[in-house]
């Protein structure tokens, strides 16, 4: 199972990241950054993962999204 992420690249990207930080709209854990506009991205069957853009203010409007696969 994956997920994708569909973006215009010069404006947004793709980082997963820990549930701390999903929840703080922060990079300070380790996380894996996506920039192509197009990520096909595994994800761990049972588990839960994090998605924010860390573009200025981005995640803070909302652009985040937690996924359970
Ligand atoms: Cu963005």
């Known amino acids: 199972m994956h997920a994708v992420f ?3 690249p010069s404006m947004h990207n793709v ?8 929840n703080s709209c922060r990079v300070s854990g380790p996380s894996r950054t996506y ?6 991205i595994q994800l761990v069957r049972g588990g839960k ?3 924010i853009c860390s573009r200025p203010g981005h995640c803070q409007q909302g652009m985040k999204i937690a996924v359970t696969a």
């Not at 980082?15 to 999903?22: F, I, P, R, S």
């Not at 920039?35 to 096909?40: F, R, Y």
């Open 6 to 8: 569909k973006y215009n």
């Open 15 to 22: 980082v997963q990241v820990g549930e701390g930080d999903y």
């Open 49 to 51: 993962a994090f998605f």
């Open 35 to 40: 920039t192509s506009g197009n990520d096909h």
